[in-house]
Nanobody
Framework: QLQLVESGGGLVQPGESLRLSCTASGRTLEHYAIGWFRQALGKEREKISCISTTNGITNYEDSQQGRFTISRDNAKNTVYLQMNGLRPEDTATYFC????????????????WGQGTQVAVSS
């Protein structure tokens, strides 16, 4: 059974960078598309980006304006989210999730979710 664990969150100052990791256990990631999402306190969960099994990338939102980059390393069973130029409005809990093969439009097509890692951006 596939399980996902996010890591790499923390407290940073505006303008700094973080790299989040989504590491799988129980199954290899090679057959799964992995998406990154975030949810700020009191707000709905929003989609950020997804990477398919063939490294096709779907950026769901323009709000990140090229600051966030998704990548995968199947040998390490890990998908990353590199976040540069962080802003206070990026403060949220960040989640990764899995679905088979291709990146879907709908969030409810993802069926394995991690527990999340918290990112706080503040001076």
């Amino acid at each position: 059974q596939l399980q996902l664990v996010e890591s790499g969150g923390g407290l940073v100052q505006p303008g700094e960078s973080l790299r989040l990791s989504c590491t799988a256990s129980g199954r290899t990631l090679e057959h799964y598309a992995i998406g990154w999402f975030r949810q700020a306190l009191g707000k709905e969960r929003e989609k950020i980006s997804c990477i398919s099994t063939t490294n096709g990338i779907t950026n769901y939102e323009d709000s990140q304006q090229g600051r966030f980059t998704i990548s995968r390393d199947n040998a390490k069973n890990t998908v990353y989210l590199q976040m540069n130029g962080l802003r206070p409005e990026d403060t949220a809990t960040y989640f990764c999730a899995a679905t088979l093969y291709l990146c879907p439009r709908e969030m409810n097509r993802y069926y394995v979710w991690g527990q999340g890692t918290q990112v706080a951006v503040s001076s």
